[in-house]
């Protein structure tokens, strides 16, 4: 359903109309969205096809997580409408966190990149790249990584990565990859989005999912045994319709009618988006811990997706995994999309729950649809 100032579903792709109707690009109204008509309803099976590798001899030398003081709790929402307790038999959310007006994306993430440098002895200065994963930039440019940049006193190279939810899997691949090319690098990894500006209160299907933080991770080298022992990655563009934001972008430009439509909140059909999920996330996680040579069991701790609960226990059951190694946290912070995996690795190293050597699968899963899993070897 998508968010519209009424509450009622405006999606372009329920309008039943042709390529030569809708063509005009000053409205938005491309071919684009024509061709997904045909496929608005159909769920898309996961994907056997994506980029697999391993890159060792990389280490994650600190972490660090922030996340806006405001909390909201189901209660809160009461004056929208929602019931608290269907939230959480629906999601598992309990509250989740606003940022303020006044702040934007590299504003919220600054705590937690300033934790994880401090913790790691690393002055800014001495970066060699910055990667921010990120759908909620602070502007459309310059990129956000470069605010970032400019903020802690780096010089280094800085750019932005939008894989959405599976944006910090993504960046971490990228980083990793540097690294191995030249082992003396330092790279900061950074997931952070403000969902909360993306949502609309009357929309339902994603008013109470979402919330806002960010998570910071400190790449650099180590030893042959430390680092990505697997990895794969992926993305079906044919379901990309199930999950976006439309506007602004050249496909659906900011147009005052756009605007009036809702078309700059999140759209999502819940159903398509939470079985397409529920496979892929043990797909994609059987895949990386079978390419890292391991088995189910012998994997010592677990991070997925804060999306859902539901998720999150379907593919607790389906992999086999032992509870008690998956680290659970959309109670308190909700979907923050590209701040999950990072927000949850921070406070499972932080509780002590990662030792040196554990095998950590992580496995990041949205908009797209694209998704990334990973065994990393602490």
Not at 182 to 194: E, H, R
């Amino acid at each position: 359903m998508s968010a519209s100032a009424s509450g009622q579903s405006t999606n372009p792709e329920n309008a039943k109309t042709t390529d030569s109707q809708n063509s005009d690009a000053t409205t938005g109204k491309g071919p684009v969205q024509a061709r997904q008509i045909d496929r608005a309803h159909e769920v898309p099976q996961p994907s056997k096809h994506g980029m697999s590798g391993r890159v060792m001899g990389v280490q994650i030398l600190a972490t660090g997580a922030a996340a806006p003081d405001r909390i909201v709790t189901n209660e809160e929402l009461t004056e929208f409408g929602y019931d608290p307790e269907w939230i959480v038999q629906r999601t598992g959310i309990h509250e989740r966190r606003r940022a303020p007006r006044t702040c934007s994306t590299s504003e919220m993430a600054l705590p937690a990149v300033k934790k994880c440098l401090n913790r790691a002895q690393v002055a800014a200065e001495d970066l060699d790249l910055i990667v921010f994963a990120t759908m909620t930039p602070d502007f459309p440019t310059p990129a956000t990584a470069c605010n970032l940049q400019r903020a802690i006193g780096a010089v280094c190279p800085a750019m932005d990565l939008n894989a959405a939810c599976a944006g910090f899997m993504y960046a971490m691949v990228t980083a990793a990859q540097f690294i191995k090319a030249d082992p003396s690098c330092k790279i900061l990894v950074v997931g952070a989005d403000m969902m909360t500006r993306l949502v609309h209160p009357k929309n339902e299907k994603t008013f109470p999912l979402f919330g806002d933080g960010a998570g910071a991770a400190l790449l650099g080298s180590g030893s042959d045994e430390q680092g990505i022992m697997s990895f794969f990655i992926g993305a079906q563009g044919d379901g990309g319709h199930f999950l976006r934001v439309p506007s602004p972008g050249t496909a659906i430009p900011l147009t005052a009618e756009n605007i009036d439509s809702g078309h700059q909140y999140v759209e999502m059909d819940g159903r398509a988006v939470f079985k397409w999920a529920v496979r892929m996330v043990a797909d994609a996680s059987r895949r990386a811990i079978e390419d890292a040579g391991l088995t189910v069991d012998q994997i010592d701790f677990a991070i997925l997706h804060q999306a859902n609960i539901r998720i999150i226990d379907s593919a607790v059951e389906n992999l086999g995994l032992d509870r008690s190694k998956v680290l659970v946290n959309v109670d308190r912070y909700g979907n923050t999309s590209a701040a999950s995996i990072p927000l949850a690795l921070d406070q499972a190293h932080q509780m002590g729950q990662i030792k040196s050597g554990d095998r950590v699968l992580m496995v990041g899963f949205g908009a797209g649809l694209s998704w990334g899993a990973s065994v990393f070897q602490w």
